[in-house]
């Protein structure tokens, strides 16, 4: 099994991009994404649960991002409102077997990121 995250890319503060993450073979899990500054720790970004589709947003995200996934694709998306210079960072997909935590130790399965840039 495996997740591909794509969607990354350069937008001006304001814009907005959309993530996706192909996550086939991960109907039992919980995905999350998180978000990885230059010279800081991996951070939560936003989790799904793949069977109900109940959702849990780091505060810095919330109103701004929205996490959902499309069952017949087999694809999680994070999409990007109102982007700020401050959200500029790798971003990666990654799978829980427990919903709603918010901890990148209790993911197994990540995906390799995405770049996302935001220009002030």
């Known amino acids: 099994v495996q997740l591909q995250a794509s969607g990354g890319g350069l937008v001006e503060a304001g814009g907005s991009l959309r993530l996706s993450c192909e996550a086939p073979?991960?109907?039992?899990?919980?995905l999350g994404w998180f978000r990885q500054a230059p010279g800081k720790d991996r951070k939560f970004v936003a989790v799904i649960s793949w069977n109900i589709g109940n959702t849990y947003y780091d505060n810095s995200v919330k109103g701004r991002f929205t996490i959902s996934r499309d069952k017949a694709k087999n694809t999680v998306y994070l999409q990007m409102n109102n982007l700020k210079p401050e959200d500029t960072a790798v971003y990666f997909c990654a799978a829980a077997e427990t919903y709603g935590t918010r901890w990148a130790n209790e993911y197994e399965y990540w995906g390799q990121g995405t770049q996302v840039t935001v220009s002030s």
């Open positions: 073979g991960f109907g039992h899990y919980a």
